[in-house]
């Protein structure tokens, strides 16, 4: 029973363009959104989150929304890069107050096209 | 300062044998996390270490796997007798749990069952 779901394996976008990722979960009591980027033979490594009382935040070239209603989150990334090809994990974690379990998606891999 | 490091990076062992993966996480860091992720898989949470505790084994798959973490450093994941079904990536993560889901991850071990 996957709580935090990403439909769309793989993405290709032109670079220079907007790239959108998206992710829908189903537990409504997360607390925490967050992206991970995960290159080959490495680690995910964090890249942005969101808190659930929020609906957007920005770092950067990377933005991720929130729509509570519809349990949906995206990742935009623009302009895309070429180093941006890699796979993005959505994640999900509950318990503001510590570090507990952080539940991950299956991860879209993005290429980003010259 | 040296990240999260992991030991074997690739084990390959047959059916019946066992495995022991190692992790050292970045100084300082109570919080530790192992995950596993079996090719195209969501990384799947495993358990979670405070300082030496173990605050959740929830995600560990049954009695053939034993982490450990003494004296609140480095730990290790046994797993004995490893089956087909083992096989997968497991990655280590660290935090310090000022940055609530800023995980930390190492490159990860590959284990193979043959």
């Known amino acids: 029973d996957q709580q935090v779901k990403q439909n769309s394996p793989s993405l290709s976008v032109q670079e220079g363009r907007i790239s959108i990722l998206n992710c829908d979960y189903t537990n409504s009591m997360f607390d925490y959104f967050l992206w991970y980027k995960k290159y080959p033979a490495e680690g995910p490594t964090f890249l942005i989150s969101i808190s659930s009382i929020k609906d957007k935040n920005e770092d950067g070239r990377f933005t991720v929304f929130l729509n509570k209603s519809a349990k949906h989150l995206s990742l935009h990334i623009v302009p895309s890069q070429p180093g941006d090809s890699a796979v993005y994990f959505c994640a999900a974690g509950w318990g503001m107050n510590r570090d507990d379990k952080i539940i991950f998606g299956k991860g879209t891999r993005l290429h980003i096209l010259p | 300062e040296a990240g999260v490091t992991q030991f074997p990076s690739h084990s390959v062992i047959e059916k019946g044998q066992t495995v022991t993966l190692r992790c050292d996480p970045i100084?300082?860091?109570?919080?530790l996390y192992w995950y596993r992720r079996v090719m195209g898989k969501e990384i799947k949470f495993l358990l979670h270490f405070v300082k030496e505790s173990k605050q959740d084994e929830s995600g560990m798959p049954n009695n053939r796997f034993l982490a450990e973490r003494t004296g609140g450093t480095y730990s290790t994941l046994k797993v004995q007798p490893a089956e087909l079904e083992d096989s997968g990536v497991y990655f280590c993560a660290s935090s310090s749990g000022l940055f609530i889901g800023e995980l930390f991850f190492g490159e990860g071990s590959r284990l193979t069952v043959l």
């Open positions: 100084s300082g860091h109570d919080n």
